[in-house]
């Protein structure tokens, strides 16, 4: 059964740091992307961002909402994928979920077909 | 960027058929994934590829995606169904790589 658990999240002050972390089970880690998905309180699902496996590079895409602040990084050995969210600003202030990011045949479209129950990070002075 | 319209909300009674649709411009030319959430639940993959079920979801819930509009079609309408539906797509055109659909609150009468 695959499962994703997420933990690190919290109260934290703007312009200040956080790391989130997302520990995997139940299918080979190191084989998937993995990508987090945020949404604030009584809104929509966002895009924060996703790695590659390191077959296609380990390399990370981000929305622009979060471009230079926050990276996504993976340790394969643990299963763990991770969310460090620097220089955070209010409107960061969301449950964060983590997901496992899959595509099909061609790979000309990417869906998230395992989620966690995710992180709440309240941004707050 | 790419953006995707959903109804902010649909209605339909028990055993009836609800259609929740997901509007973009030439949206039939890309690939649709449809997402479940209920209340205080991370949400769940429902539809990917337009068309395709994940294993453990039920036959009633399908979709479709043509010209300007993607449609998520959930047959025999239950009481559990009654959730928030989002729609998603793979835009490489933009920065928003992953552009999802504001949410349709499916309330089952």
Known sequence: E??????????????????LSCTASGFTFG????????????????????IRSKAY???????ASVKGRFTISRDDSKSIAYLQMNSLKTEDTAVYYCTRYSCGGDCDSYYFDYWGQGTLVTVSS | SYVL????????????????????NNIGSKSVHWYQQKPGQAPVLVIYYDSD????IPERFSGSNSGNTA?????????????DYYCQVWDSSSD??????GGTKLTVL
């Not at chain 1, 933990?7 to 956080?18: C, I, K, T, W």
């Open chain 2, 53 to 56: 079920r994940p294993s453990g």
């Open chain 2, 5 to 24: 319209t959903q109804p902010p909300s649909v209605s339909v009674a028990p055993g009836k058929t609800a259609r929740i649709t997901c509007g973009g």
């Open chain 1, 57 to 63: 590079g380990g390399t990370t895409e981000y929305a």
């Open chain 2, 96 to 101: 928003h790589r992953e552009v999802f659909g």
């Open chain 1, 2 to 19: 695959v499962q994703l658990v997420e933990s690190g999240g919290g109260l934290v002050q703007p312009g200040r740091s956080l790391r």
């Open chain 1, 31 to 50: 084989d998937y992307a993995m990508s987090w998905v945020r949404q604030a309180p009584g809104k929509g699902l966002e895009w924060v961002g996703f």
């Open chain 2, 71 to 83: 449609t998520l079609t959930i047959s025999r309408v239950e009481a559990g169904d009654e959730a």
